[in-house]
Structures are given as structure tokens and as C-alpha cells.
T-cell receptor, first 106, second 116 residues
Framework: DAKTTQPPSMDCAEGRAANLPCNHS???????VYWYRQIHSQGPQYIIH???NNETNEMASLIITEDRKSSTLILPHATLRDTAVYYC???????FGAGTRLTVKP | GAGVSQSPRYKVAKRGQDVALRCDPI?????LFWYQQALGQGPEFLTY????????KSGLPSDRFFAERPEGSVSTLKIQRTQQEDSAVYLC??????????????FGEGSWLTVV
């Protein structure tokens, strides 16, 4: 079984921030957290990853709690093209859960 | 190449037929992963290679599934005597170095297998 748990679905209004949570309470001290998304019929697309510190790139921000037991992916200004299934995975485990189906609505 | 390349992109096999799916990882990538994704489900881990060594094959669903990476680059996933439940997308991923080092893992577009 995957080391991560995520809500099955979320909605977000276009232009608003989308905050996607992930629990990884059994993560070990040297395991990275990775986020991917998958749009129908395509391979998973890398978004961002982090270990302890918060991370930001051109796609998203990643907030990791101090105890590292959970994280949040933030899409600051969601667009309709961000509609996808979002997965968080723990690096050494590399098992995917069911992910969160994000629907961005106009 | 620029990314992880998988072939064939689409394969229709008759039940009982053997199939071979190829993955060309990004040049120089040490780690290689195979996943199986059924329709509407998340990717299920199958196996992991570090160079030519198959370090984890715990996800292979049966002894009909076999993966190899003999020279530490191209990998082949072979499915013998295919069954209808093998119908899925088979995803390959690679990363520059071994597990746990924080390197980006890149996925291919997958090989879509339909067993009829």
C-alpha cells in the first residue's frame, strides 16, 4: 500500500488558489515527497518535490509541515487546464495512491 | 532522447499471446521503474531497477510478468500468456540517480495494452 493518503476529489474556481493536501505520517527522515499530475491518457507529469523546506517553482508551491507528516500542493492561480488527478508519493516507496481528482470550474 | 520513450504506444494482443513492452529511459539515468495503470486507477508499482540490477520486483502480479534491463539502459517488460485482466497502460519512469537522492523522476507516455 502507498505511504500517502489524499482526498479523492476537490473543486476549485478558475483563478483561485487550489490547495491539495497529502498525509504521509510514516515518512522517514530522508524521504522526499514528490507531486505529479496526470491528465487523461497522458503519463504522469512532474510538478515539484521537497524534503523539509517549502519549495516553489513555476508550476506550484509545496508546503511541508515541520513534522513532515503532511504536505500541501498549492496551485496559486488555477486554470481549466489544471484539471487533472494529482498524486503525492514518497520517494523511497514510489507507490501511488488513488490521488485527488481536481476539477477547476469556470 | 529528450524524454522517456516507450514502445509500442498501443498493442492489441489475443488472450494467451506473449507481449514485450520496451522502455528507453533518459540517457544516463540510473533508476528505472515500471508501473501498471488500469482504467480509472492510480499507477501500481511493478518493479524497480538500479542500473542492471532489479532491486525490487515485489509489485509484479504473477510469474507471467518478467522485466529485464541487461545493460542498464533499455528495459523490457514481458508478459507471457496474456489474460484480459492484463489490459492496462504500462508506464515506465526513470531518474538520474538512485532512490532517496531527491532527483526528478520522469515518466513516459505509456504503452496501452488491450487483451482481447
Amino acid at each position: 500500500d502507498a505511504k500517502t493518503t489524499q482526498p479523492p476529489s476537490m473543486d476549485c474556481a478558475e483563478g483561485r488558489a487550489a490547495n491539495l493536501p497529502c498525509n504521509h505520517s510514516t515518512i522517514s527522515g530522508n524521504e522526499y515527497v514528490y507531486w505529479y499530475r496526470q491528465i487523461h491518457s497522458q503519463g504522469p507529469q512532474y510538478i515539484i518535490h521537497g524534503l523539509k523546506n517549502n519549495e516553489t517553482n513555476e508550476m506550484a508551491s509545496l508546503i511541508i509541515t515541520e513534522d513532515r507528516k503532511s504536505s500541501t500542493l498549492i496551485l496559486p492561480h488555477a486554470t481549466l487546464r489544471d484539471t487533472a488527478v494529482y498524486y503525492c508519493i514518497v520517494r523511497d516507496d514510489m507507490r501511488f495512491g488513488a490521488g485527488t481528482r481536481l476539477t477547476v470550474k469556470p | 532522447g529528450a524524454g522517456v520513450s516507450q514502445s509500442p504506444r498501443y498493442k492489441v494482443a489475443k488472450r494467451g499471446q506473449d507481449v514485450a513492452l520496451r522502455c528507453d529511459p533518459i540517457s544516463g539515468h540510473v533508476s528505472l521503474f515500471w508501473y501498471q495503470q488500469a482504467l480509472g486507477q492510480g499507477p501500481e508499482f511493478l518493479t524497480y531497477f538500479q542500473n542492471e540490477a532489479q532491486l525490487d520486483k515485489s509489485g509484479l502480479p504473477s510469474d507471467r510478468f518478467f522485466a529485464e534491463r541487461p545493460e542498464g539502459s533499455v528495459s523490457t517488460l514481458k508478459i507471457q500468456r496474456t489474460q484480459q485482466e492484463d489490459s492496462a497502460v504500462y508506464l515506465c519512469a526513470s531518474s538520474l540517480e538512485g532512490a532517496g537522492l531527491g532527483n526528478t523522476i520522469y515518466f513516459g507516455e505509456g504503452s496501452w495494452l488491450t487483451v482481447v
